[in-house]
């Protein structure tokens, strides 16, 4: 395959799989009582915290930085913050504990009962994502995946799991940022109003 074809066929697996997503009514029920309740994490002046790794380490980025910083809206900041950026306590406590620690010591450090966790792992297996997931659930917040279609290893342990349709990594973290994008517009929109 090439040329025009080639990019025609990556453009069709794309919108196939969002095309799932639209039909999947459970899914987007899920991502509106996650945005339901991420509003509502906010509205009681709690933190959503985000995090992933490589590519989804950038969507946690992202994401958190459309809510931090502003989305459709001019409004008040809201109080979210992906995990990843400080690479001097990322390096350090990757080589002085483990890289499966580093999620999960932040999460102990700046997480609180009521609080959101957003883990995005297109596998869901990721170890330090799914040891992050693991101590939120012990500190009382709330937990939500974004994973690809089998949950991998999180699925029993979120208690709101968006798992895309797709077993194609780039695929899934294209539907990963729609989802975050609608929930960051419905988020505004639950706090602030329509444009």
């Not at 290893?153 to 940022?177: A, F, W």
């Amino acid at each position: 395959m090439s040329g025009h074809g080639f990019i025609k066929e990556r453009i069709r697996a794309s919108v196939a799989v969002k095309e799932q997503l639209m039909k999947d009514e459970n899914l987007l029920g899920l991502i509106g009582s996650v945005a339901e309740e991420m509003a509502n994490t906010f509205k009681a002046g709690g933190c959503v915290l985000f995090c992933g790794n490589g590519g989804s380490a950038a969507d946690a980025q992202h994401i958190s930085a459309e809510l931090s910083g502003r989305f459709y809206n001019d409004r008040e900041p809201l109080n979210a913050e992906a995990l990843h950026v400080n690479t001097s306590y990322m390096t350090a406590v990757a080589n002085d504990y483990s890289y499966d620690e580093v999620y999960a010591r932040l999460v102990k450090a700046k997480g609180r009962k009521g609080d959101m966790l957003v883990a995005i792992s297109t596998s869901g297996n990721s170890a330090n994502i799914v040891k992050a997931v693991e101590t939120a659930n012990r500190l009382g917040m709330i937990t939500v995946g974004l994973t690809g279609e089998s949950g991998g290893k999180m699925k029993g342990l979120c208690k709101y799991l968006v798992n895309i349709p797709s077993k194609d990594t780039p695929r899934i973290q294209e539907s990963h940022i729609l989802v975050g994008h609608i929930i960051c517009e419905l988020v505004e929109q639950k706090l602030f109003g329509k444009v």
